[in-house]
């Protein structure tokens, strides 16, 4: 598969508009662009819709970007993606793809806040505005000595709990508990200390702390109890606009939100211990991840078991969950990148959260050693500087924007390339309705029996999760038949299972295929009354796969 573009740095704001807008005027019957809203400083917030003829009435997958305004490269992967797509669509694979579903794309959430990312020194979590509204007074990030960057501090402090690494220049460590003798350093971000009384330093507060990954309403949470909740659920243009495409495109099936870092995939809930949740859902989970493996090598991760404290205390508000336990749709997210993986660091388990500062000391040492043979551009040895407020400093360390946030440039297109090949086999797994063995018996003059078979050849069912079920989104399939007077037979059966519920095993004795209550194929039979030479149409429709049509002439 082929892209027009090149992925050799991010792109600003109107770099991906001219982008959207070229790719629309040039293939005007894949895909439609569109201006969902507006953010508050006037950049449009965009949809794209890419299928064969711009047909929707099919099974959708949706793919987003920059929740996180910072984490562009989530952003990056969606116009990679789109561009993939359009460029490569007369290849054999993209054009099936394009002709059994559709593909969503929101590529830039929050314009605002990556703007603000990539034009400034300062880091956003997801929009540049004060938040909270009423900060107390705390340390500052700042660009103090004018580099375009906010990098690290050190100070000599005879009470610091940091010490310069045995053998290294530029690294620190803790001390030791039994550490008495020689330097010892305060370690803080570069900047600034509004109220400072000559001795004490509090604690940083962020600048930029809304988060939009908090604000969705799933088990929401005020800011007194979740850090950059908002006001309410969806009181942002952004996530409202995300919610509502989700909402009012049915025809969703599977969601892919980008994010970055850590070189991992995340899947729901985070609200509950995976013991707790749904075992067929967590099943397909853990099938649908492990295409990753094909090229990405991205481990699997359940958010709560990962992140929570207890069943008190966890992220609460998030977009995957309210994607799965609100609307039953499955959700991953997808964390860009681990530049300690690039390192040769060994992945490590996320659910173990002890500390090994042995090995804390070595990854350290590993990353800096990568980083100055890749992207020495990101590094900044420790150099002296007077700060107004804290006298003589020394300011140093790693771009963190595009060295552990996002690939350096130069890193980009490679990780773009593996993230499509999984993005591909993700919307391959999509519910898909399929007539076969059709077959017409004359039972009388002008009477006849009508047979066939509705199938499901995705790996999805058509209700996609079991959490859906217990959501009551289980929709039926509904039939009808054009071209002759229907006297009996079904106007619509439950929906079909996919391959994802076949329960069997592999080798000799009693195993057998089955489906148990959730069969993915249905025979169906109508008796009909039409003339020798009629053409008759049956349809089959469902909300997540559209119409599916076979059509018989009668004997």
């Not at 040492?365 to 900044?380: F, S, Y």
Request: charged share 25%; glycine share 8%.
């Amino acid at each position: 598969m082929r892209q027009t573009y090149q992925y050799d740095h991010y792109w600003n704001y109107a770099e991906m508009e001219e982008f959207l807008q070229k790719m629309a005027e040039t293939y005007p019957s894949l895909m439609k662009l569109e201006v969902l809203s507006k953010t508050n400083e006037g950049r449009n917030i965009y949809g794209v819709t890419i299928s064969e003829g711009l047909k929707e009435d099919r099974p959708a997958f949706y793919m987003d970007g920059c929740t996180h305004a910072g984490e562009i490269s989530g952003s990056m992967a969606c116009v990679y993606v789109i561009d993939t797509l359009l460029s490569s669509h007369e290849e054999e694979q993209v054009a099936k793809l394009l002709q059994n579903q559709v593909f969503y794309f929101i590529p830039r959430i929050s314009p605002d806040g990556t703007e603000e990312y990539l034009k400034t020194p300062y880091s956003v979590r997801s929009i540049n505005e004060i938040y909270p509204p009423k900060q107390k007074d705390g340390f500052q990030a700042e660009d103090i000595n004018g580099d375009h960057k906010i990098l690290m501090m050190r100070r000599k402090e005879p009470y610091g709990a940091w010490k310069k690494l045995d053998g290294s220049s530029f690294q620190m460590v803790r001390r030791e508990a039994d550490d008495t003798e020689g330097d010892f350093y305060g370690v803080y971000t570069e900047g600034l200390v509004p109220s400072f009384d000559g001795v004490s330093i509090p604690g940083m507060k962020y600048r930029y702390g809304m988060d939009f990954n908090r604000n969705f309403p799933v088990c929401w949470q005020p800011e007194g109890l979740q850090n950059g909740a908002g006001d309410y659920p969806l009181d942002h243009t952004e996530t409202k606009t995300m919610a509502d495409f989700i909402i009012s495109h049915k025809n969703i099936c599977a969601v892919l939100t980008m994010h970055t870092s850590g070189g991992v995939l995340f899947y729901p809930p985070g609200t509950m211990p995976e013991k707790k949740a749904d075992a067929g859902d967590m099943k397909q989970y853990h099938t649908i991840s492990r295409l990753a493996d094909h090229k990405l090598n991205y481990p699997e991760f359940n958010l709560f078991d990962t992140f929570a404290e207890d069943e008190q205390h966890y992220d609460a508000g998030a977009f995957d969950d309210w994607c799965y336990l609100n609307r039953g749709i499955p959700a991953l997210t997808m964390e860009i990148w681990n530049i300690e993986v690039q390192a040769g660091c060994e992945m490590e388990d996320l659910t173990n959260h002890e500390e090994d500062e042995k090995k804390e000391k070595e990854k350290r040492l590993k990353v800096e050693q990568w980083i100055r043979a890749n992207a020495p551009e990101a590094l900044m040895d420790w150099q002296v500087f007077e700060h107004p407020q804290l006298g003589e400093v020394e300011i140093g360390g790693i771009d963190h924007k595009f060295t552990a946030q996002n690939p350096p440039a130069s890193f980009l297109a490679p990780e773009l390339n593996k993230i499509l090949d999984f993005t591909v086999r993700f919307a391959r797994t999509l519910p898909s309705l399929r007539f076969s063995d059709v077959k017409v018996i004359k039972e009388a003059d002008h009477v006849y029996r009508l047979e066939t078979s509705l199938y499901n050849s995705g790996y999805l069912s058509t209700w996609l999760t079991n959490r859906a079920k217990q959501l009551k989104f289980d929709r039926p399939v509904t039939l009808r038949l054009d071209g002759c007077k229907v006297l009996s037979g079904d106007q619509e059966i439950a929906g079909l299972g996919g391959f994802a519920a076949v329960s069997s095993g592999y080798g000799y004795g009693s195993n057998i295929s089955t489906y148990g209550e959730n069969p993915a194929v249905k025979k169906l039979t109508w008796i009909i009354s039409g003339n020798e030479g009629d053409t008759v149409e049956i349809i089959a429709e469902h909300e997540k796969t559209g119409p599916v049509t076979t059509t018989v002439v009668l004997p």
